[in-house]
Nanobody, 118 residues
Framework: VQLVESGGGLVQAGGSLRLSCAASGFTVSNYRMSWYRQAPGKERELVATETSAGGSTVYADSVKGRFTISKDVAKNTVYLQMNSLKPEDTAVYYC????????????WGQGTQVTVSS
């Protein structure tokens, strides 16, 4: 089982980025996949979640209306589209798969750095 994030980088405030999380060893459509982030000196926080059934989504208040989580079943990949980025969005972003089913433990990706300049 592996989660590999990509798509991070440096962007000016107001810009956009799309993060990708390519999964292997399990099927993302069967799991409640999430994106978390961790800024320097702060705890890791939940950014967005998409449930396995029905495609319902949950977002942190700080990103509602700006970020969108989605899944591409054919590519077995989870995305986080981030628009109207703010300097306070600067963090390392992590993809997460929960324990359950064929996953005997939770899994995290290696993280991708997002830096938003003012």
């Amino acid at each position: 089982v592996q989660l590999v994030e990509s798509g991070g980088g440096l962007v000016q405030a107001g810009g956009s980025l799309r993060l990708s999380c390519a999964a292997s060893g399990f099927t993302v459509s069967n799991y409640r996949m999430s994106w978390y982030r961790q800024a320097p000196g702060k705890e890791r926080e939940l950014v967005a979640t998409e449930t396995s059934a029905g495609g319902s989504t949950v977002y942190a208040d700080s990103v509602k209306g700006r970020f969108t989580i989605s899944k591409d079943v054919a590519k077995n990949t989870v995305y986080l589209q981030m628009n109207s980025l703010k300097p306070e969005d600067t963090a390392v972003y992590y993809c997460h798969a929960p324990r359950g089913g064929r996953l005997y433990k939770e899994y995290w990706g290696q993280g991708t750095q997002v830096t938003v300049s003012s």
